[in-house]
C-alpha cells in the first residue's frame, strides 16, 4: 500500500504566485489533516476534515484553503503566497477523528520556499 | 507557549549510552502519542499511552505517562545510530477540544 501519497515533493513560488499541494490516501480513513512544520514549532494543524464533506479551521488556518474532494483526497491551496508560507507541509490522514487514540499516519512532506 | 512542551530540544550521545527524552504540560490528556521522524519522512507512531501511570516498552524504548496524565517520558537504553531522528509528542488535550497538538521535539543524534 502507498499510504498517504504528497504532491509535489519540492516547490518554489514567488510571493503572491498561488498553488494547490495534493493529498491522497489508499486505507479508507475517514480523517485528513494538513499540517505545517517549521523548526523548534513541531507541528501545527492548519485544517482538517473529520470527514468527507467537512473541513475545519485548525491552529494556523489563514493564508489557506482546503478542499475534502472526496474520501480519498485532501488538498491545500495557497491563494497568494508570502515568505511566511516557507515551511514542510504534511498530509496526514486517520481512521478515527481526533481525540478517540487513532494514530496519524504522514505522507512524506512537501518543502515549500517562497521567495 | 506550546501546549506541549519537550526538553531538551536536542540531545547528542555516543552509541550504547542511555537517554531520556521529557513531554510536559499543564493540561491532561486522554492519551499521548510518542513519533519519530526521519529526515525527507513524515512521523511514525511509535506508541500510545491511554492510563496514567502506564508504562510501555519497545524493544529498547520505554515510554511512560504520568500519573497525573499530564507528562509523558521516552526512555532510550544503549542508543544505536538507528534511534537517530526527531521525536515528537501528541496529546488532546479536553482542554482543547480534543484536536491534536504536537510539541516541539527532541531532536537526537547517535553517534557510532
Known sequence: NAGVTQTPKFQVLKTGQSMTLQCAQDMNHNSMYWYRQDPGMGLRLIYYSASEGTTDKGEVPNGYNVSRLNKREFSLRLESAAPSQTSVYFCASSELRQGNNSPLHFGNGTRLTVT | ?112
Open chain 2, 1 to 112: 507557549t506550546q501546549l506541549l512542551e519537550q526538553s531538551p530540544q536536542f540531545l547528542s550521545i555516543q552509541e550504547g549510552e542511555n537517554l531520556t527524552v521529557y513531554c510536559n504540560s499543564s493540561s491532561v490528556f486522554s492519551s499521548l502519542q510518542w513519533y519519530r521522524q526521519e529526515p525527507g519522512e513524515g512521523p511514525v507512531l511509535l506508541v500510545t499511552v491511554v492510563t496514567g501511570g502506564e508504562v510501555k516498552k519497545l524493544k529498547r524504548l520505554t515510554f511512560q505517562f504520568g500519573d497525573a496524565r499530564k507528562d509523558s517520558s521516552l526512555h532510550i537504553t544503549a542508543a544505536q545510530p538507528g534511534d537517530t531522528g526527531l521525536y515528537l509528542c501528541a496529546g488532546a488535550p479536553k482542554a482543547a477540544g480534543n484536536k491534536l497538538t504536537f510539541g516541539g521535539g527532541t531532536r537526537v543524534l547517535v553517534k557510532p
